[in-house]
């Protein structure tokens, strides 16, 4: 099924103004996220942000679900939050990986436009079924990852394209209906 | 590209003790499933709820978007918000669609159990390509709609499944992946 991280990356993005920012953690964020990634069976889900006080406010927020009353009321939730990891940066999702699993990540991004390394959902759904390296998939907040931290990346995946003109999907959207490309059921075939 | 409406569904739906009730609206299904339903060319997006007040409140939230400021900071969420129509009930969501069609829409659920009427994604996807008659998709909050909304829908789809034992996601998520799954690009192909 797969050796597949997440990360959703709060700094460095853009802007509206393509100025580089840090964007604040949404809760919603955490926890359809968490959800989307226990159900298609990512191995971590990391919230990539500096700030010491943002990460001490959503900690209090996956301890509530965790060891709070919450986990008694949802342990749907307490288990979608096992997976979680609070970090500073994205050099520290890589060493954590690179540590767990003994070989860095391949990354995984999307964009808008088209670069040389751009794949299909199609060739990377293969890739990953039958690799056992481990795969990162990025995702930015705001108006998404910096030039620097897409060139970096080992593939880019198409743009999500309905039949409509417009495109502007949630994050959280985005990253169910990714998930669901890359390693959900082969509903298409039956 | 078919001709699909999309409703949210607020009363009838379950409590976490099967009992029937009606749930508020969260901020981010309007925004979330707007943007998806947008994205996938659904024609309308309604929001049913009976209280008055909190039609009123959704609808400040929708004017912000559509007229106030919030139309100049963001054009993009200005168009999808003007497929959203808040209801009272469901009989008014089908009523408005047989007038607008001239007949009434195929409803479609999902549920976890598997029914008589249960269908493929791939059965509805190619179903509702090759017609030109309405079809109405049913998304319940809280616990999920009542047996007596499931009962009475022409197609139920099977649940979404990962690779993994653990299926929760968010009606946002689920949304997204269904209309993804009935009405994205043949990826699968490429």
Redesign the interface.
């Known amino acids: 099924?797969?050796n597949v991280y997440l990360a959703l990356v709060h700094y460095p993005v853009y802007n509206k103004h393509l100025e580089v920012v840090t964007t604040s953690v949404?809760n919603?964020d955490i926890?359809?996220i968490a959800?989307?990634s226990?159900?298609?069976?990512i191995k971590n889900y990391f919230i990539v942000h500096p700030s010491p006080t943002m990460k001490q406010l959503i900690g209090k927020v996956i301890d509530f679900w965790q060891e709070g009353y919450g986990a008694t009321y949802n342990p749907?939730?307490q288990?979608?939050f096992s997976i979680v990891k609070l970090v500073d940066s994205l050099e520290d999702v890589l060493d954590y990986i690179e540590k767990k699993e003994g070989q860095k990540p391949y990354t995984i991004s999307t964009d808008a436009r088209i670069y040389p390394n751009t794949v299909?959902?199609?060739f990377l759904r293969n890739k990953i079924k039958e690799e056992t390296a481990p795969y990162l998939l990025l995702f930015g907040t705001g108006w998404g990852l910096t030039r620097e931290v897409m060139e970096s990346t080992s593939y880019i995946l198409?743009p999500?394209?309905?039949?409509?003109d417009?495109?502007?999907?949630?994050v959280?959207?985005?990253?169910?209906?990714i998930?669901?490309?890359l390693?959900?059921?082969?509903?298409?075939?039956?």
């Open positions: 099924m797969g949404t919603l926890h359809d959800r989307s226990r159900t298609y069976g749907d939730r288990e979608a299909s959902y199609n198409e999500i394209y309905g039949p409509a417009y495109n502007h999907l949630s959280r959207s985005a990253v169910a209906i998930l669901d490309r390693l959900g059921e082969s509903w298409f075939a039956k």
